[in-house]
């Protein structure tokens, strides 16, 4: 059945005569649509999505998440005097019932947020000025909900980044092998099991009370941060689903992941595949600029941290392919492979520059 996007876009409080409605974005989850209206002769925009309810289980939960998270830091730009404080925080929209989201009858789950303009985001970065500013905005971001209050946000993915829990689900998808596809896929199933020992090492010192829970978001990809336009700096962080209980190295180790990469998530050239030195140097002189926070445990895995986070994603895209891709959206036959593969490339190449990565933040004083 065919969705009406104006009738949805609709059901929410903006005011104007809506126009087109597009998609939008990269993401993998949920369905991005851009809504342009014409209030009074000027044109305003808005991002409606629908929230994929099969991997976000409980939007309303989700969504209250989302609230808490952006009125705390819209009092925390307004009480510092932050010019545009609609553009440094995502702003959302209710529905006409004054709710954050709108159930349809056919079961979707739709949210809507202003859109941010003179910003964009970037896949792939092009230069270590903009890894530093997106490295910043996220220390900011997680300096700004240090003093979130109570309750404890919800998980709305639990164990998220536990890659104990990745490997479990990776074993039952190989086990069962549901498509007829574990013949494909021994390579990688051999590197995986070379290093389940060691990419434990961030959760065992968490356990040993080292490295402590914190506020954080969770899925730090460079494109979920907004790049201003006009001087290059991070305006805003997008795609708050994920904000929740974690560790920060989860999501430094994301950022180095997508931010030093050399080549696209779904490269098939694996020659192209690598993690940039420069773009590392970037994001830690970037990150430590803003996240005074950091304990001497934390500031000692931040290298390493790279090598767990795209692993785990790895682990996640493989255990997709093996499932017979239900979780990451896919547009070719053996998407999800691939992109474990580069995945695979890229810890490789960080486990060869190991030892001059941790040579810099060691070197680098704050």
């Not at 910003?119 to 270590?128: G, S």
């Not at 596809?181 to 389940?196: G, H, P, Q, W």
Request: charged share 25%; glycine share 6%; with cysteine.
């Amino acid at each position: 059945m065919s969705i009406d996007l104006k009738a949805t876009a609709a059901q929410f409080q903006i005011f104007g005569d809506i126009g087109d409605i597009s998609n939008y974005g990269s993401g993998h989850i949920n369905d991005t649509y851009m809504v342009q209206l014409n209030l009074a002769g000027r044109p305003v925009r808005y991002i409606m999505q629908r929230i994929n309810s099969a991997i976000f289980t409980n939007p309303p939960q989700l969504m209250d998440n989302i609230c808490r998270v952006t009125d705390h830091l819209r009092q925390k730009l307004n009480a510092d005097g932050a010019d545009e404080p609609s553009r440094r925080t995502l702003t959302v929209i209710p529905s006409r019932d004054g709710k954050s989201y709108y159930h349809d009858a056919a079961g979707n789950w739709w949210r809507m947020y202003l859109f941010i303009e003179g910003a964009r985001t970037f896949d792939v970065i092009e230069r270590p000025e903009q890894a530093y500013e997106a490295a910043r905005a996220f220390a900011r971001f997680q300096n700004q909900l240090a003093d979130l209050p109570a309750p404890r946000l919800a998980e709305t993915i639990p164990n998220f980044h536990n890659i104990r829990t990745r490997l479990a689900a990776l074993d039952a998808a190989a086990e069962s092998d549901c498509c007829g596809r574990l013949k494909d896929v021994a390579d990688e199933l051999e590197f995986v099991n070379s290093r389940r020992g060691v990419m434990s090492r961030l959760l065992e010192r968490h356990e040993r009370g080292e490295i402590p829970e914190r506020i954080t978001h969770n899925d730090t990809k460079i494109n979920n941060v907004m790049i201003d336009d006009r001087d290059g700096t991070g305006v805003c962080v997008i795609d708050l689903d994920t904000v929740m209980p974690g560790l920060a190295l989860y999501d430094f180790g994301d950022m180095i992941r997508t931010a030093t990469a050399s080549a696209a998530e779904d490269e098939t050239d694996l020659s192209k595949v690598g993690s940039r030195f420069d773009m590392f140097e970037a994001l830690v002189r970037g990150y430590r600029s803003e996240a005074r926070f950091l304990l001497p445990a934390e500031i000692e895995e931040l290298a390493f941290s790279g090598q767990v986070i795209t692993f785990t994603i790895g682990v996640r895209f493989l255990t997709d392919y093996l499932a017979g891709d239900v979780y990451f959206k896919t547009h070719r036959p053996g998407h999800n492979l691939d992109r474990c593969r580069t995945q695979f490339a890229m810890v490789k190449d960080m486990e060869a520059q190991a030892e001059r990565r941790n040579a810099l933040v060691k070197s680098m004083e704050v």
